[in-house]
T-cell receptor, first 118, second 111 residues
Framework: DVKVTQSSRYLVKRTGEKVFLECVQD?????MFWYRQDPGLGLRLIYF???????EKGDIPEGYSVSREKKERFSLILESASTNQTSMYLC?????????????????FGPGTRLTVL | DQQVKQNSPSLSVQEGRISILNCDYT??????FLWYKKYPAEGPTFLIS?????DKNEDGRFTVFLNKSAKHLSLHIVPSQPGDSAVYFC??????????FGQGTRLTINP
């Protein structure tokens, strides 16, 4: 059974704190993603990674950074948390989409971390 | 700029009837579309997908229709069941591997 786990379900932090959100997948997937979900805005991509030590910015990378030192683990870092980063954070993973093969590999999501920044 | 739009934040349907969830997109480069379902306190789970070379894909009670000329897709659930109550997200595949999500529609099935 495929599994994506996130280190915390609920997290409360103070403005200015450095925050680490951890995500681990056990499916040997190449691709990993971080999204945030906000009411009325759906899921928005923050960062993604195609391989170890590789990262690319998504649609809303400002205020965030990521780290992927091992294939199974993808960390989201809030360098200095702010109240507008209060949100639900979702991690996902998928297997590699082969170039030239017109198909799509499903993204599997973790349960999410609800972060509150006070 | 919202490239994938779900204009109905919520939908209420009676058990046994058909639920129709709608989604519009603006980018004609999108060529693969998916629907995800999300229960509270859980991550989204994949429901059904459709390639732009098709106009319909069916999986049990779930059917997705794609109208490329109108840049519109819809998800039909028939018959609707109480367990279908969830938030449904429409998504399009942009660049390789990247999903662009709509805002979501909360579906409530009433007994």
């Amino acid at each position: 059974d495929v599994k994506v786990t996130q280190s915390s379900r609920y997290l409360v932090k103070r403005t200015g704190e450095k925050v680490f959100l951890e995500c681990v997948q056990d499916m040997d997937h190449e691709n990993m993603f971080w999204y945030r979900q906000d009411p009325g805005l759906g899921l928005r991509l923050i960062y993604f990674s195609y391989d170890v030590k590789m990262k690319e910015k998504g649609d809303i990378p400002e205020g965030y950074s990521v780290s992927r030192e091992k294939k199974e683990r993808f960390s989201l870092i809030l360098e200095s948390a702010s109240t507008n980063q209060t949100s639900m954070y979702l991690c996902a993973s998928s297997s590699l989409w082969l170039a030239g093969v017109r198909t799509y590999n499903e993204q599997f999501f973790g349960p999410g971390t609800r972060l509150t920044v006070l | 700029d919202q490239q994938v739009k779900q204009n109905s934040p919520s939908l209420s349907v009676q058990e046994g009837r058909i639920s129709i969830l709608n989604c519009d997109y603006t980018n004609s480069m999108f060529d693969y579309f998916l629907w995800y379902k999300k229960y509270p306190a859980e991550g989204p789970t994949f429901l059904i997908s459709i390639s732009s070379i098709k106009d319909k894909n069916e999986d049990g009670r779930f059917t997705v229709f794609l109208n490329k000329s109108a840049k519109h897709l819809s998800l039909h659930i028939v018959p609707s069941q109480p367990g279908d109550s969830a938030v449904y997200f429409c998504a399009a595949v942009g660049g390789a591997q990247k999903l662009v999500f709509g805002q979501g529609t909360r579906l409530t099935i009433n007994p």
